[in-house]
C-alpha cells in the first residue's frame, strides 16, 4: 500500500534553515508528481510546491517563492522541502502528498510533519 | 492568481440528511476541481477529483458536479462519520484550496 512518511520538523529559529523529507513506498515513484501542503495551525491547507517525476518541472506558491526548495531523488523514493529564511508565517505542518497523474489530484497524502518557526 | 469560495463555512446538519456544499472559482476552471474531506487530527482525503469522478474506495453517498466557475459537493445522507472540514481544490493554474467548509452533526 502506499506510504508517505516525513519527517526534520521541529523548532527553527527565525532566518536559520531546515529541510523536510517525505519517504515513499508502494508505488514506482518516479512516475508521479509529488507536492508539500501545509496548514497553519486552525487554518485551511495551503498548498506550497509540486515537483514533477523526473524533478525538470518545479512550481511554488507565491508565499515561498525564492525561499523554500523543491527536489527529489528517485533513486531513494524520497522528495524534499529545503526551507531557507523560514518566518513566523511558515509555521504549519507540512504535509508531503502523491499526485495521481502529473499535476492533478493529490491521492495519497502523509501524516505531516510540524513546523515551528520561533525564537 | 485563481481564489475559491466555498459556502457555507460551517453547517450542523442531522445524520440522514443530505448535505450540499458550494465552490466558485474566480475565472473558468473546466472541470479541473478536486473534493477532500479532512477529519479532526488528520490528514486530508481525496474524495472526488475532476469535479464529478469518485476516488475509489470512497462511499457512493459522496458526489460532485458543475464545471467553469460553479461546482457542488453532496453528501446524499450524513453519516457520523462524516464529521470532517471539506476542501475544494483548483488545479486549472497551479493550485490553490477553498477556505473549507466544517460539517458538524445536530
Known amino acids: 500500500q502506499v506510504q508517505l512518511v516525513e519527517s526534520g520538523g521541529g523548532v527553527v529559529q527565525p532566518g536559520r534553515s531546515l529541510r523536510l523529507s517525505c519517504a515513499a513506498s508502494g508505488f514506482t515513484f518516479s512516475n508521479y508528481g509529488m507536492h508539500w501542503v501545509r496548514q497553519a495551525p486552525g487554518k485551511g491547507l495551503e498548498w506550497v510546491a509540486v515537483?514533477?517525476?523526473?524533478?525538470?518541472?518545479?512550481y511554488y506558491a507565491d508565499s515561498v517563492k525564492g525561499r523554500f526548495t523543491i527536489s527529489r531523488d528517485n533513486s531513494k523514493k524520497t522528495v524534499y522541502l529545503q526551507m531557507n529564511s523560514p518566518g513566523v508565517a511558515d509555521t504549519a505542518v507540512y504535509y508531503c502528498?502523491?499526485?495521481?497523474?502529473?499535476?492533478?489530484?493529490?491521492?495519497?497524502w502523509g501524516q505531516g510533519t510540524l513546523v515551528t518557526v520561533s525564537s | 492568481d485563481i481564489q475559491m469560495t466555498q459556502s457555507p463555512s460551517s453547517l450542523s446538519a442531522s445524520v440522514g440528511d443530505r448535505v450540499t456544499i458550494t465552490c466558485q472559482a474566480s475565472q473558468d476552471i473546466s472541470n479541473y476541481l478536486n473534493w477532500y474531506q479532512q477529519r479532526p487530527g488528520k490528514a486530508p482525503k481525496l474524495l472526488i477529483y475532476d469535479a464529478s469522478t469518485l476516488e475509489r474506495g470512497v462511499p457512493s453517498r459522496f458526489s460532485g458536479s458543475g464545471s467553469g466557475t460553479d461546482f457542488t459537493f453532496t453528501i446524499s445522507s450524513l453519516q457520523p462519520e462524516d464529521i470532517a472540514t471539506y476542501y475544494c481544490?483548483?488545479?486549472?493554474?497551479?493550485?490553490?484550496f477553498g477556505p473549507g467548509t466544517k460539517v458538524d452533526i445536530k
Open positions: 515537483i514533477s517525476y523526473d524533478g525538470s518541472n518545479k
Open positions: 502528498a502523491k499526485d495521481r497523474k502529473q499535476i492533478a489530484s493529490l491521492d495519497y
Open positions: 481544490q483548483q488545479y486549472d493554474n497551479l493550485f490553490t
